[in-house]
């Protein structure tokens, strides 16, 4: 049985928007990929600083396990963030329901750019706030009284910036970008 042309040109086209909608989902899902990966770097990272500082304080001054605890675990937040982000980009794709049918190339872009504030604030924001948080524990093993001071609040300076990179992604995900399927 031979095709007529007009039925090939249906075919190819059908293939071409099949294959650009999988191109697409795949853009989005790489920017929640690294918005996840990258602020779960930071932090692990930032972690790992801030818990070598308290390890230290702790062998000789194990009653400032709490305040240590809460310097410690502070540079955690900015993988939260983007694990958040990441599981926002999975509900706009309607991830887990039957899918997202249609989506163009510059709507899985714009998904990717949505993700890139909080995944590269949230990683150096992460490293930086573990270094802060190590500072203030070393501050605190000698002068107890400003391990809040020296130690939470500048922690939480540096905390700012997450957030900021955070609510960005967050509003655009949500807000800034419509999912419109791709006319055929």
Known sequence: M???A?????QLAEQLSINTMNYAIAIALAGAALATFMTGIGSSIGLGIAGRAATGVLSEKPERYGLMTILVVLPSTQGIYGFVIGLFVLIKLEMFGE???GLSIATGLQIFAACMPVAIAGM???IHQGKT???G???SAKRPEMGVKAGVVYAALVEFYAILGFLISLLAI???IGVIPKVV
Do not use: K, N, R, V
């Open 2 to 4: 031979e095709q007529t």
């Open 6 to 10: 007009e039925q090939l040109a249906e």
């Open 99 to 101: 899918g997202l049918e």
């Open 124 to 126: 150096f924001s992460a």
């Open 133 to 135: 948080c190590a500072g």
């Open 137 to 139: 524990i070393l501050m």
């Open 174 to 176: 949500m807000i800034g």
